[in-house]
């Protein structure tokens, strides 16, 4: 999650009425007639509320007829608020996943042929977070690719750029939306 977004997810975290929202979608879906009658609100205020949450992407909608239930998205929430743990440094997966100078250098002799294709895709945790990083090299911070870029560029170093472009993704490395893809900060990778 990138730091523009996480500050998003906690400003529409910032209102009592939205908490107490999200209170009530954990336990189970509710219209917004319900809503409001539960919380002693009036429907737009529901509305606007909801409208909040569902940009962050915490709220999720499924139509029945004429009425439009919302849902809590928990893994969102759960991401999101995991989110603001991995900034800075230390600290569980990060500790584990710290690697040598040597030991990253060994990794990416053994998994990069001369002319800097990828051999194969390591299995070991430890090595593809090590293979992950070495790809982004080439790749600006700030600048935000199409996934027509990202794909082009991927294939310079594997075949099955999808697999690469989605473990990006997975481990936090990139950011995607509306098949836009930007690098995350570096204090948000797993490990550095």
Known sequence: MQLNKMVEFHKALGDLNRIRIIGLLKQGPLHGQAIAGKLGLKPPTITHHI??????????ERRDKNTIYFSLNTKALEMGAKSILNIGSGGGEEMEMAVTAEERESIIKNFFTK???????PAQRKKKLVVLEHMLKGLELGRVYSEKEINEYLKQFHEDYATLRRELIMCQFMYRENNQYEL???ELWWFK
């Open 51 to 60: 409208a909040k949450l569902r940009e962050v992407g915490l709220i999720k």
């Open 115 to 121: 002319e800097g294709k990828l051999k194969n895709y």
């Open 184 to 186: 995350n900060p570096v």
